[in-house]
């Protein structure tokens, strides 16, 4: 607290309180409000950025024994070997052509493989 003297009065001006303060005061105001926002970031964090931690599979030589952590990294090799794999414009053609045929149609991957199929056999394919 400082004490100011002005003509004859006293003026007490109280130091503006810390962030931890103001948080923490404001965390038991609203208490509920943050306890309503729990399930959902708790979600997030479960279905969101969870996933991202078996991302790291891609870039590592994977093997079931040694585990994710232990893996040995091999950086963009897995996508070069596909990108300049001899079938790449198969697998890529294959995937991207059923939804294309019928896309009416098409519920799953499934029903679109189906009409592809049907659609070969009857073409004479």
């Not at 400082?2 to 948080?23: A, G, Y």
């Not at 294959?94 to 045929?101: A, D, K, L, S």
Request: net charge positive; with cysteine; proline share 5%.
């Amino acid at each position: 607290m400082q004490l100011k003297e002005e003509t004859n009065r006293v003026v007490i001006r109280n130091k503006p309180d810390s962030f931890k303060i103001r948080v923490a005061k404001d965390f038991r105001r609203n208490s509920m409000i943050y306890l309503m926002l729990l399930p959902v970031v708790a979600f997030y964090a479960v279905f969101h950025y969870g996933p991202l931690y078996g991302l790291q599979i891609a870039f590592k030589n994977f093997s079931a024994g040694l585990g994710i952590w232990h893996s040995p990294w091999v950086g963009f090799q897995h996508f070069s070997d596909f990108f300049n794999g001899f079938f790449f414009e198969r697998v890529v053609s294959n995937t991207i052509y059923p939804g294309r045929v019928r896309p009416d149609i098409c519920v799953s991957r499934l029903d679109c493989a189906g009409v592809a199929a049907e659609r070969g056999a009857a073409s004479g394919i």
